[in-house]
């Protein structure tokens, strides 16, 4: 009897019809149940692969996104305002980083991000990539190969760094740069990546001691690297003439152009870190967007308020607030959420930018602390207020069924883990780059002589320009 | 003959060259230059950091003219860059002791 429904069910989904299978003979039977679980199989083995592949589509594609708010993306937006004596050797601090924390991560970092180790950093189990293959690993991203989740890690672990050099722009020598942000992949990104993202982690929302909300990245790539910009910066002193001399942006245009850039690949870093094609991969996509949109807005109104005049500046500048605020938050709130994050981003990193830093008086030239390290903040913090279970159901009871996520779901403990991500965040970005700060600055020197600040990075570090009209 | 140098607002490049050629002045040398008068700059914001830009951009005209041009040159100069608001330019007028030909030695005003 018990097989009979089961050979009906069966046959209902399969589409066979079912006059078929009320044969007798015992026979007959068996070898039929034998062929609809060899079809069933098969039939699964099938669905599987399709979103396999489908996944792995996304993936890649988010994955080569994400390289392209590094190099063109972030190397525009940073060397479009440097004076242009400087924009050769600011894009090339970006770029170095495309080159040496992919090394780096080959040989150790995945592995110290994302190899089991313990509550704070991974171990050497992936050393050299060791293991690490064409399989997917369950414990990640099961429908993709683990190579495809490797490389789109490797993409954040390459940016987070770059977003440092907005903050000590125009004045570190391109040797100690180089030492300085590929130990600190090491010492601050990998051990952070861990603890929110890697198995096992303090503060892995599902499984953590502290499950912290980090959808893709407000705490592991934009408070790391903001916290860490504001202490380099003012370990390393003033520019040269600031503030009384002119340092205004050499080429607005190519600022915006890679504003624009970074807002595109942000799709692949937000709606990527779905880890899939999923729904949830749409969700992170449509709050992506709408933060973009509303913190352009947002600053774009306080600025004319304050000033008479909205800016390009300020309207692109808006919007990377906006998108460094949803990053934590993407895959997690409902869109007018997002819109209501972006806002406040815009309004918040309007405030930084134009009353912190001229209050404090610190030459964040680029403004990394105040879009990054600030917009990171805020949107960790609003990711516990907005997080909703019908987005995502990452919290479950025993049986399965999902509890509330964020403060206004009705979990509004949750706001304390998000205080507690922030704050190991910072934690350890000011010790990690301070530490790393006081080594660099021993055996290399960080700072350019006053001669060749002077003379602009471009000359004194690769003895070419990035202008010359007149050949 | 006179050399007659002119600053004049970028944008009336095009009327100035225009109304020269109509007054049957054939040469000029036009340099991109920066410079104010009374004029002073104007203020830039980036991410409300204030700069001042006192040197504007200008366009700077040369041109040797015989006595005779002279009024002429000067009424087309004036015709055409004058907008009635500060910052139109200035002319100022010198004389020229000889000039050459490169090309054929020809000297004085037949070299103009």
């Known amino acids: 009897m018990h097989c009979g429904m089961k050979l009906s069910f069966l046959s209902a989904i399969l589409g066979i019809p079912s006059l078929a299978l009320a044969q007798p003979a015992a026979q007959d039977t068996q070898a039929q149940i034998a062929a609809l679980q060899q079809a069933v199989k098969s039939a699964q083995a099938a669905s599987a692969s399709a979103q396999s592949a489908g996944d792995n589509a996304w993936m890649l594609t988010s994955a080569a996104l994400v390289l ?17 004596k400087n924009v050769l050797g600011t894009m090339m601090q970006s770029f170095a980083m495309m080159g040496l924390v992919t090394i780096i991560w080959a040989v150790v970092g995945y592995s110290l991000a994302f190899g ?13 990539l060791r293991g690490v293959g064409l399989a997917p690993n369950p414990a990640y991203a099961p429908t993709i190969p683990e190579q495809t989740f490797m490389i789109y890690q490797l993409m954040f672990a390459i940016i987070t760094p770059a977003l440092i050099t907005g903050a000590f722009a125009e004045r570190m020598k391109f040797s100690a740069m180089a030492l300085f942000l590929s130990l600190w992949s090491l010492i601050v990104y990998c051990p952070m990546a861990h603890m929110v993202w890697g198995v096992g982690g303090l503060l892995n929302a599902s499984g953590g001691h502290i499950p912290s909300l980090d959808f893709a990245g407000g705490t592991v790539v934009h408070i790391t690297s903001g916290v860490s910009a504001l202490v380099t910066c003012i370990y390393l002193g003033k520019r040269a003439g600031y503030p009384y001399t002119k340092m205004q942006p050499h080429s607005m245009v190519i600022s915006f152009i890679g504003a624009c850039l970074l807002w595109v690949g942000w799709f692949g870093f937000n709606a990527g870190s779905a880890l899939g094609s999923s729904s949830l991969a749409t969700s992170a996509f449509v709050n992506t967007h709408f933060a973009a949109a509303a913190a352009a807005v947002g600053w774009s109104i306080a600025e004319w308020i304050r000033n008479g005049k909205p800016t390009a500046l300020g309207a692109i500048s808006g919007a990377v607030a906006g998108l460094v605020a949803i990053t934590p938050a993407s895959g997690f709130v409902q869109p007018m959420s997002a819109l209501a994050i972006g ?65 206004i779901d009705g979990h509004w403990s949750q706001m304390l883990n998000q205080f507690a991500g922030v704050a190991i965040a910072w934690s350890i970005s000011i010790v990690g780059t301070l530490a790393l700060l006081f080594v660099v600055d021993k055996f290399v020197g960080l700072r350019l002589s006053p001669e060749q600040e002077a003379e602009g990075l471009d000359l004194s570090q690769h003895n070419e320009e990035g202008y010359d009209l007149n050949s | 003959m006179l050399k007659i140098e002119a600053v004049l607002q970028p944008s009336k490049l095009d009327a100035v060259k225009d109304a020269l050629l ?17 004029q002073k700059g104007h203020t830039e914001f980036y991410r409300g950091r204030e700069y001042t830009v006192d040197l504007l951009p200008k366009i700077k005209i040369e041109l040797v003219v015989t006595d005779d041009q002279k009024e002429k040159a000067l009424q087309a100069i004036i015709g055409a860059a004058r907008t009635g608001r500060i910052g139109d330019g200035k002319i100022f007028i010198s004389g020229v002791d000889d000039a050459i030909r490169i090309r054929n030695d020809e000297r004085g005003e037949a070299a103009i």
Not at chain 1, 68 to 84: E, I, Q
Not at chain 1, 376 to 393: D, M, Q
Not at chain 2, 25 to 32: R, V
């Open chain 1, 68 to 84: 392209l708010m590094t190099g063109p993306g972030l190397a525009l937006f940073y060397g479009g305002l440097v004076r242009k």
């Open chain 1, 116 to 128: 089991p180790g313990n509550l704070f950093i991974g171990d050497f189990q992936h050393l050299f």
């Open chain 1, 343 to 407: 806002f406040l981003a815009g309004f918040f990193c309007f405030f930084m930018v134009f009353i912190v830093k001229g209050f404090f008086g610190y030459d964040d030239s680029l403004d990394a602390f105040g879009v990054h390290g600030a917009g990171g903040t805020l949107g960790a913090l609003l990711t516990g207020l907005f997080a909703a279970s019908v987005i995502n159901p990452v919290f479950k009871d025993s049986a399965g069924n999902p509890l509330p996520s964020g403060a």
């Open chain 2, 22 to 38: 109509e007054a049957g002045i054939e040469g000029m040398t036009i340099l991109e230059a920066r410079g104010h008068g009374r």
